[in-house]
């Protein structure tokens, strides 16, 4: 097996002969492209395939010029948010299978998220079948331990519920208005999400208390005092630096991992956690969604809820797989009455797009500007 992250990557490439198997990276992918496209390979296996769903990206577009006789992709989120990430991915492994991303917004993606189609919804899957072999964890993981999941509920102070509802209502002022963009109005919603979790992160020198953190707070004691491990996810790096904040006041010891540490501190800080004590590992929702072994836990707590409960899902197994021995408990603090109830609901009425395609349910679409307005009239 040959190893592209080497110095010399140039030579490896070029002197590649039969037999021989390189593993490059998505990141030396996009470097070495002139390289790498050079060549015709035998095969080519893209690994967390959803890394290239997005056809506008560099790294979709250096992918797409790779040349071989037979392709494989491998992931567990095939959708993650729209149906033109299956586009995608079978333009790779099937080109022209699906037209061109014209035709197939035509024929498929407008009529399934926008109109609702089931009839198009399934041509489309009936089409995409035959090249997808899907295993669910339910088939081939019998042998695990039990899964349990709470969703607890967060009761916000006066003083924290009199700041979120005037985030809340300039929020709702802010989408009603024709002018606003849809990104103007994810930024709104994306203000009221963190307001949920903490006033901090909507305005930073507002030294409110945080019902969530205190609760969060409770549980590590909880945690401590019956010897369990977790695993702690939030979508808001700063959210987790306030969690670590309170960590360092009352001597907490824990691990930390975002988007920014590097691939070699990963692993180290993988293999901490894997083999010592510490009780603690912080996580991005983004940074430790894949590729992470970490069986330690059979706790795993989520700060905040994600507007696709597959990613969720995903973090959460990465205690929840093979080698794990012992029940695990998945907690979800939700502030109670605000838009994490919303987002939860979201979660229960709409079943997620792979499966819709995959196994035939209904397809949750992208937030309109009517469902974002729906979202916050409602609260």
Same mark, same amino acid.
């Given at each position: 097996i040959l190893n592209?992250?080497?110095?010399?990557? !140039?030579?490896?490439?070029?002197?590649?002969?039969?037999?021989?198997?390189?593993?490059?990276?998505?990141?030396?992918l996009i470097n070495e492209e002139e390289q790498l496209v050079s060549r015709t390979w035998n095969t080519i296996v893209l690994d967390e395939a959803h890394t290239i769903k997005n056809r506008d990206t560099k790294m979709s577009q250096s992918a797409m010029k790779l040349k071989a006789d037979f392709r494989l992709l491998l992931t567990?989120?095939? *959708?993650?948010?729209?149906?033109?990430?299956?586009?995608? /991915?079978?333009?790779?492994? @099937?080109?022209? /299978?699906?037209?061109?991303?014209?035709?197939?917004?035509?024929?498929? /993606?407008?009529?399934?998220?926008?109109?609702?189609?089931?009839?198009?919804?399934?041509?489309?899957?009936?089409?995409?079948?035959?090249?997808?072999? &899907?295993?669910?964890?339910?088939?081939?993981? @019998?042998?695990?331990?039990?899964?349990?999941?709470?969703?607890?509920?967060?009761? #916000?102070?006066?003083?924290?519920?009199?700041?979120y509802d @005037?985030?809340?209502?300039?929020? #709702?002022? !802010?989408?009603?208005?024709?002018?606003?963009?849809?990104?103007?109005?994810?930024?709104?919603?994306?203000?009221?999400?963190?307001?949920?979790?903490?006033? &901090?992160?909507? !305005?930073?020198?507002?030294? #409110?208390?945080s019902s969530k953190l205190d609760l969060f707070m409770q549980i590590v004691d909880e945690l401590h005092a019956n010897h369990h491990r977790a695993l702690v996810f939030s979508q808001f790096t700063s959210h987790l630096a306030l969690v670590r904040e309170r960590l360092d006041s009352e001597g907490v010891s824990y691990l930390y991992l975002d988007g920014s540490t590097s691939a070699k501190e990963r692993i180290r800080?993988?293999?901490?956690?894997?083999?010592?004590?510490?009780?603690?590992?912080?996580?991005?929702?983004?940074?430790?969604? #894949?590729?992470? @072994?970490?069986?330690?836990?059979?706790?795993?707590?989520? *700060?905040?809820?994600?507007?696709?409960?597959?990613?969720?899902?995903?973090?959460?197994d990465r205690a929840y797989r093979i080698g794990q021995h012992k029940p695990v408990t998945v907690y979800r603090l939700i502030s109670a009455g605000t838009i994490e109830e919303k987002i939860i609901e979201l979660h229960q009425t709409k079943k997620n797009m792979a499966d819709a395609l995959l196994e035939g349910g209904d397809i949750s679409a992208s937030l309109s500007r009517e469902e974002m307005i729906e979202l916050l009239s409602n609260l």
């Open positions: 592209a992250q080497g110095e010399d990557r !140039e030579a490896l490439i070029r002197e590649a002969k039969p037999f021989d198997v390189i593993i490059t990276t998505y990141g030396l567990g989120t095939p *959708l993650q948010n729209h149906v033109s990430e299956m586009w995608n /991915l079978m333009q790779f492994a @099937n080109p022209d /299978l699906l037209g061109t991303f014209q035709e197939f917004t035509t024929r498929f /993606l407008l009529p399934i998220e926008r109109d609702h189609d089931k009839e198009r919804q399934r041509l489309l899957k009936r089409i995409i079948t035959p090249f997808i072999l &899907r295993r669910t964890k339910s088939e081939v993981l @019998n042998e695990l331990p039990a899964k349990t999941e709470i969703t607890l509920k967060v009761d #916000l102070t006066s003083d924290e519920w009199a700041f @005037n985030i809340r209502q300039k929020a #709702l002022a !802010e989408i009603e208005e024709k002018s606003a963009t849809a990104m103007q109005a994810l930024a709104e919603i994306t203000r009221l999400r963190q307001a949920a979790c903490n006033v &901090r992160l909507v !305005e930073p020198t507002l030294h #409110l208390a800080l993988v293999e901490e956690y894997q083999q010592g004590d510490v009780s603690l590992f912080l996580i991005s929702l983004k940074a430790g969604g #894949l590729g992470l @072994n970490l069986t330690a836990a059979d706790y795993v707590v989520h *700060l905040d809820p994600w507007w696709n409960p597959a990613i969720e899902e995903q973090a959460s």
